[in-house]
Antibody
Framework: EVQLVESGGGVVRPGGSLRLSCVGSEFNFDDSGMTWVRQVPGKGLEWVSGINWNGGRTVYADSVKGRFTISRDNAKNSLYLHMNSLRAEDTALYHC????????????????WGQGTLVTVSS | DIQMTQSPSSLSASVGDRVTITCRASQDISNYLAWYQQKPGKVPKLLIYGASTLQSGVPSRFSGSGSGTDFTLTISSLQPEDVATYYCQKYNSAPQTFGQGTKVEIK
């Protein structure tokens, strides 16, 4: 069974930084595109960022461009989201998700999701 | 960027009713449209991709249609386990915008 497990969330002050991690198992991580999607509890889904299979292509939502960096380490089956200059509006549950089709792309259908890690930006 | 607009934002229907949710893209996205179901307290689940292709394991009472800018998700006979919020999402390119969601409840 495909598993995606996120970690690294927590409480951080405005302007602070945080690094989220996501470990994937039971699928070919190194040929899968991956994404981050966030959700404020009780609100809708917001796509944040995506990375292709080898890390050569990354894409971002305008709301995080220049502040967040997505990366991956295929040797560790791991996906990361480095978040800098955090704002109150970044408070959300952050999910990693595996791209289904197109295979290996930085965007596409999101066929498997992790349970998420909660980020709270507050003074 | 392309905007995705869903309607209605919520609906209440009886068990066995036919339910229709619409999603409109602000520009042509061909058939690069996916639908997700999010039950309370759960992560989203992919239902339909390519506007009309059912993901493996999804009940056949769910169907999708449309292309270009106008899309529809239909539940042919609403069941109690279909209570959820449904989201459309474009995936032809980044950003992969989601619709704002449609909350489906049982009357």
């Amino acid at each position: 069974e495909v598993q995606l497990v996120e970690s690294g969330g927590g409480v951080v002050r405005p302007g602070g930084s945080l690094r989220l991690s996501c470990v994937g198992s039971e699928f070919n991580f190194d040929d899968s595109g991956m994404t981050w999607v966030r959700q404020v509890p009780g609100k809708g889904l917001e796509w944040v960022s995506g990375i292709n299979w080898n890390g050569g292509r990354t894409v971002y939502a305008d709301s995080v461009k220049g502040r967040f960096t997505i990366s991956r380490d295929n040797a560790k089956n791991s996906l990361y989201l480095h978040m800098n200059s955090l704002r109150a509006e970044d408070t959300a549950l952050y999910h990693c998700a595996k791209v289904g089709t197109p295979r290996g792309y930085s965007y596409g259908t999101l066929e498997y999701w992790g349970q998420g890690t909660l980020v709270t930006v507050s003074s | 960027d392309i905007q995705m607009t869903q309607s209605p934002s919520s609906l209440s229907a009886s068990v066995g009713d036919r339910v229709t949710i619409t999603c409109r893209a602000s520009q042509d996205i061909s058939n690069y449209l996916a639908w997700y179901q999010q039950k309370p307290g759960k992560v989203p689940k992919l239902l339909i991709y390519g506007a009309s292709t059912l993901q493996s394991g999804v009940p056949s009472r769910f169907s999708g249609s449309g292309s270009g800018t106008d899309f529809t998700l239909t539940i042919s006979s609403l069941q109690p386990e279909d209570v959820a919020t449904y989201y459309c999402q474009k995936y032809n390119s980044a950003p992969q915008t989601f619709g704002q969601g449609t909350k489906v409840e049982i009357k």
